[in-house]
């Protein structure tokens, strides 16, 4: 999912990570239980405090527990910062290639591997019959338009009669809000074509997230397929797409198949709870944004030239449109280069920023294997209560940005790299991402302190049809939290966490590049530790 998270600063205990799964629940529950309190970041002379973790705290969060969510029994009083308000190609390398590097920043190299752990470095070849996107986008803020086309070659694994692009700003949130991405005209092997619109849980009278152009595609022939489209902003709406002042969120504005391997079309509905329902193959993108100048353009991959990104083997496109202060450091020993932009009027220090990143992504790299591209970009904007991870980019709120970096970097593994369909298997990116986070940040024995509400307990490994129908906070602690448990259960069986740890790098190593389901990640741990996980797990609803 693309996350969101809540700060109530003056918090004297660690508090759950909470994503805006609800976000309405979640800010009435919050203001109940601070009693009337604003949510948000303190200001106080030109500056931002942002409350970090302390000792023993969750996923760099400090919050007040929401009623009935449960609160830990100890915990040392947050520790703050400070951050200062001033002012067609040759795909990427990779980062094993890269030499591309940033300023000395934090970071100097992710950390040995867990002891003993012996699965091989680097990682396989993605599927060389990967999808190739080249694509246009000319933004207009005050407008609240983008205009663009985007040409893809695609190469079927199997017959099909029709070819099924998702069109997320359709997506009922967005939708509501004003949103909306039309196609205005196909082409198909340099021919005219006409295509249609599914609902794919798209909102009355909007067009929806699912767009059809029927044919016959044999497996194994390569088809070119081109649109163009016209895609209507919301205003500053707490999303991935919105217009925020003159900076603009563009997060999966571009049409993108849902073709999965040996599985065919994914159509599953967009919901309305802040959970993502999208499943994609990795692709390579070559995208260029025109935008008013003064603009700086992060986004998804590498930097080609003004405005221009290229990215190899990644599942979607993202970036964060407007005028910035700009912060670098690097990571993994100078192989990753991380850029970090401020829109303008919002508070932080890009180069701290940067410097956090590189830190979490070496922390990371040391537990689940290498990040193996040379960039990473972060785009910070006002009206986000949160952060929102796509490929090798981030964009993040004010005020929000340093306490939530963790558990969006850790979804470069877990989504980025080793994929699922998060409409079928959502706990596989959100609750080992938070695994990966609540292990970077100390946070573990919290996590599993926590209590399950009923109607999550034992469904762990549930669709989003399911998690739909109960309320934001449910969903969010039976994945995020569920999952965090369901792997310490496992990790008392493997006797600690870095077997867990090593089995997660297995399973990062041999799905990277992929989409997997439940069955790829036992499979992983079994081959690592010799041990079925399956009768462990089965317990929280993993099967």
């Avoid at 081959?527 to 089965?538: K, N």
């Amino acid at each position: 999912m693309r996350d969101t998270a809540l700060t109530l600063t003056g918090a004297a205990r660690p508090a759950p990570t909470l994503p805006a799964v609800n976000r309405v629940a979640a800010n009435a529950l919050m203001r109940r239980n601070a009693g009337g309190s604003d949510i948000g970041t303190r200001r106080a002379a030109g500056a931002v405090a942002v409350v970090l973790l302390a000792a023993g705290c969750t996923g760099g969060r400090v919050a007040a527990p929401p009623p009935g969510i449960g609160a830990p029994t100890t915990g040392a009083p947050p520790s703050t910062i400070q951050l200062s308000t001033t002012a067609p190609s040759d795909p990427i390398p990779t980062a094993t290639t890269s030499a591309a590097a940033g300023p000395a920043g934090a970071g100097t190299g992710p950390p040995a591997a867990p002891g003993g752990c012996d699965v091989p470095g680097g990682y396989p070849e993605p599927w060389p019959e990967r999808p190739r996107y080249t694509a246009h986008l000319d933004v207009d803020p005050a407008g609240r338009v983008v205009t663009g086309d985007v040409a893809v070659r695609f190469v079927p694994d199997a017959d099909t009669d029709r070819l099924v692009f998702r069109l997320w700003p359709n997506a009922p949130r967005i939708g509501r809000a004003g949103g909306r991405l039309d196609v205005t005209a196909a082409r198909l092997a340099g021919q005219p074509m006409a295509g249609r619109y599914e609902a794919g849980g798209a909102i009355a009278g909007r067009p929806g997230t699912i767009w059809v152009l029927p044919g016959a595609f044999p497996a194994g022939q390569a088809v070119d397929a081109r649109l163009a489209f016209r895609l209507t902003l919301p205003g500053a709406i707490n999303d991935r797409v919105a217009v925020v002042g003159r900076a603009v969120r563009l997060g999966s504005v571009i049409p993108v198949l849902s073709w999965i391997r040996g599985d065919g079309w994914q159509t599953s509905p967009a919901v309305f709870t802040n959970a993502e329902a999208a499943a994609s193959e990795v692709a390579d993108w070559d995208v260029t944004v025109t935008a008013p100048a003064g603009y700086t353009t992060l986004a998804t991959g590498d930097e080609a030239g003004p405005g221009r990104s290229v990215a190899r083997a990644v599942r979607d496109w993202a970036a964060t449109v407007a005028p910035m202060r700009l912060g670098e450091a690097s990571a993994q020993g100078g192989r990753t280069k991380i850029v970090v932009g401020v829109a303008e009027g919002v508070a932080g220090d890009p180069q701290a920023l940067a410097a956090r990143n590189a830190k979490a992504l070496d922390d990371l790299a040391g537990h689940f294997g290498e990040y193996p591209y040379g960039r990473f970009t972060i785009g910070v904007t006002a009206g986000l209560t949160g952060g929102i991870e796509f490929p090798t980019h981030i964009m993040l709120g004010s005020g929000v940005a340093t306490v939530h970096i963790v558990h969006e970097v850790a979804h470069q593994w877990f989504y980025g790299l080793a994929g699922d369909d998060q409409y079928r298997d959502p706990w596989l990116d959100e609750g080992l991402a938070t695994y990966g986070e609540s292990r970077v940040d100390g946070g573990l024995a919290y996590q599993r302190s926590r209590a399950i509400p009923a109607s999550g307990r034992g469904h762990l490994g549930e669709s989003m049809a399911y998690w739909s129908r109960v309320d934001g906070s449910t969903y969010y602690l039976s994945v995020y939290v569920g999952g965090v448990q369901a792997l310490g259960a496992l990790a008392d069986r493997l006797g600690g966490y870095d077997a867990v740890d090593c089995a997660l790098r297995r399973y990062v190593h041999d799905r990277a590049y992929s989409v997997s389901r439940p069955s790829d990640l036992l499979a992983a741990v079994k081959a690592r530790s010799g041990v079925d996980p399956a009768p462990i797990l089965a317990p929280f609803g993993v099967h």
